[in-house]
């Protein structure tokens, strides 16, 4: 069974940077794509960053260029730079089925396991 433990949640000022973790244990990494969601105030679960078993990432638009998702063994990590107000949300690492067997989307329907979440509170 898939276990997954975030951490690394925090309050910041914008501009500043966070580094989220992600623990997984009880599957095999080539399995899954890894990924990070969040759910900022009054609004749906949204997609973040994707790591495919492969390494190749994806990224939604409103964060490229500023976050970074990795992976070392069963470690999943995501640093955030240039935070900003609209970023503020409990983020939440996940394992995702591969569309088609292949193809890391960042679907919540796809999604096998999810974390506890980790909150994050980015200031004006």
């Known amino acids: 069974q898939v276990q997954l433990v975030e951490s690394g949640g925090g309050s910041v000022q914008a501009g500043g940077s966070l580094r989220l973790s992600c623990a997984a244990s009880g599957y095999t990494s080539s399995s899954y794509c890894m990924a990070w969601f969040r759910r900022g105030p009054g609004k749906e679960r949204e997609g973040v960053a994707s790591?495919?078993?492969?390494?190749g990432t994806t990224y939604a638009d409103s964060v490229k260029g500023r976050f970074t998702v990795s992976k070392d063994n069963a470690k999943i990590t995501l640093q955030m730079n240039s935070l900003k107000p609209e970023d503020t949300a409990m983020y939440y690492c996940?394992?995702?089925?591969?569309?088609?067997?292949?193809?890391?989307?960042?679907?919540?329907?796809?999604?096998?396991?999810w974390g506890q979440g980790t909150q994050v509170t980015v200031s004006s």
């Open positions: 790591i495919s078993k492969d390494r």
């Open positions: 996940a394992a995702e089925h591969p569309f088609g067997g292949s193809y890391c989307v960042m679907s919540r329907f796809n999604v096998d396991t």
